[in-house]
T-cell receptor
Framework: SQKIEQNSEALNIQEGKTATLTCNYT??????LQWYRQDPGRGPVFLLL?????KEKRKERLKVTFDTTLKQSLFHITASQPADSATYLCALDMYRNSGNTPLVFGKGTRLSVIA | GAVVSQHPSRVICKSGTSVKIECRSLDFQATTMFWYRQFPKKSLMLMATSNEGSKATYEQGVEKDKFLINHASLTLSTLTVTSAHPEDSSFYIC?????????FGQGTRLTVV
């Protein structure tokens, strides 16, 4: 079955710096990979999706890369702000090429942006 | 994005009682919804897939007689934790599926005392 690792349980950075979070996966070739934000006591909120044939995706201050050879995705937040403090989850489609597939999640990285 | 409403957000119940959690899709029809469980510092784990008009499918290790799922309409799925025990205390989250991304409810923090 798929295994997802988000190497850092927690990451502290200074406001204004770029935060880089890592997601590695094994035993699978996903059709796409997603990143979600989760605040304490709340459900995850979708941020970005990147497909297997895409190398990079951007949305405002967010950037995601996807290396299917390394089986790794990097998630960047540039010009980080204290409001970016949250847990960020990496997720893969459980069933490839299924239009209605549940997701497999990593444990998440808790990001703290210090003013 | 689509909106999924889940309630209650928090519930405390006595051991041995049952608790029902509702999940509604407010602006889309969901033939399928997913129920996840999240323990502290752990990842969200899929418990079951709720299918409108048919039986739910459960992941390995999830007791279907303990976690009853009903998906009677295209906008409502319910999860009932029966005969709850302290080890069932967790964060339960439902989701509906868009074309690719998932839309999650707010989650329910269940505490069994």
């Amino acid at each position: 079955s798929q295994k997802i690792e988000q190497n850092s349980e927690a990451l502290n950075i200074q406001e204004g710096k770029t935060a880089t979070l890592t997601c590695n996966y094994t035993n699978y070739s996903p059709a796409y990979l997603q990143w979600y934000r989760q605040d304490p006591g709340r459900g995850p909120v979708f941020l970005l999706l990147i497909r297997e044939n895409e190398k990079e995706k951007r949305k405002e201050r967010l950037k995601v890369t996807f290396d299917t050879t390394l089986k790794q995705s990097l998630f960047h937040i540039t010009a980080s702000q204290p409001a970016d403090s949250a847990t960020y989850l990496c997720a893969l489609d459980m069933y490839r090429n299924s239009g209605n597939t549940p997701l497999v999640f990593g444990k998440g990285t808790r990001l703290s942006v210090i003013a | 994005g689509a909106v999924v409403s889940q309630h209650p957000s928090r519930v405390i119940c006595k051991s041995g009682t049952s608790v029902k959690i509702e999940c509604r899709s407010l602006d889309f029809q969901a033939t399928t919804m997913f129920w996840y469980r999240q323990f502290p510092k752990k990842s969200l784990m899929l418990m079951a897939t709720s299918n409108e008009g048919s039986k739910a499918t459960y992941e390995q290790g999830v007791e279907k007689d303990k976690f009853l799922i009903n998906h009677a309409s295209l906008t409502l799925s319910t999860l009932t934790v029966t005969s709850a025990h302290p080890e069932d205390s967790s964060f339960y989250i439902c989701s509906g599926q868009g074309a690719t991304e998932a839309f999650f409810g707010q989650g329910t923090r269940l505490t069994v005392v």
